[in-house]
């Protein structure tokens, strides 16, 4: 669509081409002014200059000994700095210097007592020779030749008509120079005033030739500049004139663009609204099959859970199942010795000691059956009652602690405080969790001992050897089984110096089926390695809604520690069986 143009605005002043047209005029203008400027200036201070080169030309040409003040400045430089000396020279450079100083005051004394009765002669304040580089025979600087004037100087405003002359009188033979300083006055008051009367009114003068013609210039420029405007003016007129017959051409055919534009935008609309469908309608589809494949893989890995977690519960009743047929097997032979030897006996001591150990082993039967029945039950379907878990504790030490003591060669201890610690639960279960953690723990030990002997046995000193082996053997293992209250919940950990583990076997140990666990590393017979002990765990925690975190470092030992929800409220707990 063609745009209306506005109407255009009044030209600015083109002050840049005005310059440009008026730069020549003005460089002439100013080289005039400038000659005339210097000019003046000159003139005014012709006086002056004129009386310096009359002190100075007086300073260079009086002969009081028929020599002038330079030749002796440089007769005496010539002294001084003369190669061949004699034995007279430092009487010689004395006596110089000496004339020299003579020679200042018959010339300045003249001036001093007939001050203002010698026509053109000034009033002389201070004559001074400074010598620069130059020493004396002993190497050290010349000290400076000079007169200074027992009249004081004039004060106030007379202060200002004081003048100083200083130049450097030329020296053949040495590299240093001589400088004549002389502070004088024009003891002539109505010369002076002339000279600035003089200078007044060349300044008179001068204002009053550029002041006119600087009024010439700025109005000649003015008139220049108004007429040019003038000019430009005339021109954007006729500018406007024209502007407005165009826009009165263009109003027909900006009209008829608006109408296409509106329509153009219409179909654009229409077609983005139709994308915008297409687009809704492509991700709704997108969102249905992204939905879907989540469900598949939602069910495919709740199929894999439910397929591991029936592999872990067959492979624990398998295990479990070996273990109870062996163990009764093994003790049906025991009850029938011990029933004979009951009949067969009539002390009743013994008869009573006999009885005692068969109850024993109906209690174990008893106990085996109900490890068989928890472990072959999913833990999804725990009988949940309120267990106390301090007895609980307290229960496992006592099952486990003389057989630890005897067989393990470790110290099994309980450190749980008197009060119950209530949790909700299945005492099945948590039962057997901790005393996979017991057994576990256990056969860390079981690895440290290995494992001091192995260190000892590559000791090469053979009494080294033999020490360490005594320790290896001397060496206990220790469970520590502790229970404390943190606040909501109840903690449970179970702490042992066994081997240890890395950071790789902490992050992968209650994985299924991971073990590192050797045959050879038990004690009497004990073999494991089927990786099943603390996954067992780690689900049955899981469904108590309990945390587990794992302490450890290799050869320092390792600490679970449990957090279990306390108890809603304090039911009778149910305490394990005795």
Same mark, same amino acid.
């Given at each position: 669509?063609?745009?209306?143009?506005?109407?255009?605005?009044?030209?600015?002043?083109?002050?840049?081409?005005?310059?440009?047209?008026?730069?020549?005029?003005?460089?002439?203008?100013? &080289?005039?002014?400038?000659?005339?400027?210097?000019?003046?200036?000159?003139?005014?201070?012709?006086?002056?200059?004129?009386?310096?080169?009359?002190?100075?030309?007086?300073?260079?040409?009086?002969?009081?000994?028929?020599?002038?003040?330079?030749?002796? &400045?440089?007769?005496?430089?010539?002294?001084? !700095?003369?190669?061949?000396?004699?034995?007279?020279?430092?009487?010689?450079?004395?006596?110089?210097?000496?004339?020299?100083?003579?020679?200042?005051?018959? %010339?300045?004394?003249?001036?001093?007592?007939?001050?203002?009765?010698?026509?053109?002669?000034?009033?002389?304040?201070?004559?001074?020779?400074?010598?620069?580089?130059?020493?004396?025979?002993?190497?050290?600087? &010349?000290?400076?030749?000079?007169?200074?004037?027992?009249?004081?100087?004039?004060?106030?405003?007379?202060?200002? *008509?004081?003048?100083?002359?200083?130049?450097?009188?030329?020296?053949?033979?040495?590299?240093?120079?001589?400088?004549?300083?002389?502070?004088?006055?024009?003891?002539?008051?109505?010369?002076?005033?002339?000279? *600035?009367?003089?200078?007044?009114?060349?300044?008179?003068?001068?204002?009053?030739?550029?002041?006119?013609? %600087?009024?010439?210039?700025?109005?000649?420029?003015?008139?220049?500049?108004?007429?040019?405007?003038?000019?430009?003016?005339?021109?954007?007129?006729?500018?406007?004139?024209?502007?407005?017959?165009?826009?009165?051409?263009?109003?027909?055919?900006?009209?008829?663009?608006?109408?296409?534009?509106?329509?153009?935008? !219409?179909?654009?609309?229409? *077609?983005?609204?139709?994308?915008?469908?297409?687009?809704?309608?492509?991700?709704?589809?997108? +969102?249905?099959?992204?939905?879907?494949?989540?469900?598949?893989?939602?069910?495919?890995?709740?199929?894999?859970?439910?397929?591991?977690?029936?592999?872990?519960?067959?492979?624990?009743?398998?295990?479990?199942?070996?273990?109870?047929?062996?163990?009764?097997?093994?003790?049906? /032979?025991?009850?029938?010795?011990?029933?004979?030897? %009951?009949?067969?006996?009539?002390?009743?001591?013994?008869?009573? %000691?006999?009885?005692?150990?068969?109850?024993?082993?109906?209690?174990?039967?008893?106990?085996?059956?109900?490890?068989?029945? !928890?472990?072959?039950?999913?833990?999804?379907?725990?009988?949940?009652?309120?267990?106390?878990?301090?007895?609980?504790?307290?229960?496992?030490?006592?099952?486990?602690?003389?057989?630890?003591?005897?067989?393990?060669?470790?110290?099994?201890?309980?450190?749980?405080?008197?009060?119950?610690? &209530?949790?909700?639960?299945?005492?099945?279960?948590?039962? +057997?969790?901790?005393?996979?953690?017991?057994?576990?723990?256990?056969? $860390?030990?079981?690895?440290?001992?290995?494992?001091?002997?192995?260190?000892?046995? /590559?000791?090469?000193?053979?009494?080294?050897?033999?020490?360490?082996?005594?320790?290896? $053997?001397?060496?206990?293992?220790?469970?520590?089984?502790?229970?404390?209250?943190?606040?909501?919940?109840?903690?449970?950990?179970?702490?042992?110096?066994?081997?240890?583990?890395?950071?790789?076997?902490?992050?992968?140990?209650?994985?299924?089926?991971?073990?590192?666990?050797?045959?050879?590393?038990?004690?009497?017979?004990?073999?494991?390695?089927?990786?099943?002990?603390?996954?067992?765990?780690?689900?049955?925690?899981?469904?108590?809604?309990?945390?587990?975190?794992?302490?450890?470092?290799?050869?320092?030992?390792?600490?679970?520690?449990?957090?279990?929800?306390?108890?809603?409220?304090?039911?009778?707990?149910?305490?394990?069986?005795?």
């Amino acid at each position: 669509m063609t745009a209306v143009p506005p109407l255009p605005e009044a030209p600015p002043l083109a002050v840049g081409r005005y310059i440009g047209r008026l730069a020549p005029l003005a460089v002439l203008w100013a &080289v005039l002014v400038g000659l005339l400027g210097w000019l003046l200036y000159t003139r005014a201070l012709w006086s002056e200059e004129s009386d310096r080169a009359n002190v100075r030309e007086w300073l260079d040409n009086t002969r009081i000994f028929r020599k002038t003040l330079a030749e002796l &400045v440089r007769e005496y430089v010539e002294l001084l !700095t003369a190669e061949s000396r004699g034995i007279d020279h430092a009487e010689r450079v004395t006596t110089k210097r000496a004339e020299i100083d003579e020679h200042l005051r018959a %010339m300045v004394e003249p001036t001093r007592v007939y001050g203002g009765q010698l026509p053109l002669f000034p009033n002389l304040y201070f004559v001074e020779i400074e010598f620069a580089g130059i020493t004396d025979h002993d190497g050290n600087p &010349v000290a400076p030749i000079g007169w200074t004037s027992p009249k004081p100087r004039p004060g106030g405003p007379a202060q200002q *008509q004081l003048r100083t002359l200083e130049y450097q009188t030329p020296l053949t033979r040495t590299s240093g120079t001589a400088t004549i300083r002389c502070v004088y006055q024009l003891h002539s008051f109505n010369r002076i005033q002339k000279q *600035q009367d003089e200078y007044r009114f060349w300044q008179m003068v001068a204002a009053a030739i550029l002041v006119p013609t %600087m009024l010439i210039a700025v109005y000649l420029v003015g008139r220049f500049l108004r007429r040019e405007r003038l000019r430009e003016l005339e021109k954007w007129r006729a500018a406007v004139d024209a502007e407005h017959r165009q826009r009165e051409l263009l109003a027909a055919q900006v009209e008829r663009e608006l109408i296409e534009r509106h329509l153009l935008e !219409t179909r654009v609309k229409q *077609q983005e609204a139709e994308r915008a469908t297409e687009e809704l309608t492509r991700k709704l589809l997108e +969102q249905e099959l992204e939905a879907a494949k989540l469900a598949n893989r939602a069910a495919a890995a709740e199929r894999s859970a439910l397929e591991m977690r029936s592999q872990l519960y067959a492979s624990i009743g398998i295990m479990a199942g070996s273990y109870a047929h062996n163990i009764k097997n093994l003790l049906v /032979r025991p009850n029938d010795l011990i029933t004979r030897c %009951m009949e067969a006996t009539r002390d009743l001591e013994q008869h009573h %000691m006999l009885a005692e150990v068969k109850n024993t082993l109906a209690t174990v039967t008893e106990r085996l059956q109900q490890i068989l029945r !928890t472990v072959r039950r999913d833990p999804t379907n725990a009988a949940i009652t309120s267990v106390d878990l301090n007895a609980l504790v307290r229960e496992t030490q006592h099952t486990w602690a003389e057989m630890g003591r005897e067989k393990w060669k470790l110290t099994l201890i309980a450190d749980v405080p008197p009060e119950p610690a &209530v949790i909700i639960g299945d005492l099945s279960h948590l039962q +057997q969790a901790i005393e996979n953690l017991v057994f576990n723990a256990r056969d $860390a030990t079981f690895e440290m001992r290995n494992y001091l002997r192995d260190e000892a046995k /590559r000791e090469v000193d053979p009494a080294v050897r033999k020490k360490k082996l005594l320790e290896a $053997a001397a060496w206990r293992g220790e469970i520590r089984l502790i229970c404390r209250s943190d606040g909501d919940h109840i903690v449970l950990e179970v702490r042992d110096n066994g081997i240890g583990m890395t950071d790789e076997v902490r992050r992968n140990c209650l994985k299924t089926h991971f073990t590192t666990k050797r045959d050879n590393a038990l004690y009497e017979g004990y073999s494991a390695g089927m990786g099943l002990g603390l996954s067992f765990v780690a689900m049955v925690l899981e469904h108590h809604q309990a945390t587990l975190e794992i302490d450890s470092a290799p050869r320092h030992g390792t600490t679970f520690r449990v957090r279990f929800p306390r108890a809603p409220s304090n039911p009778p707990a149910q305490s394990p069986p005795s």
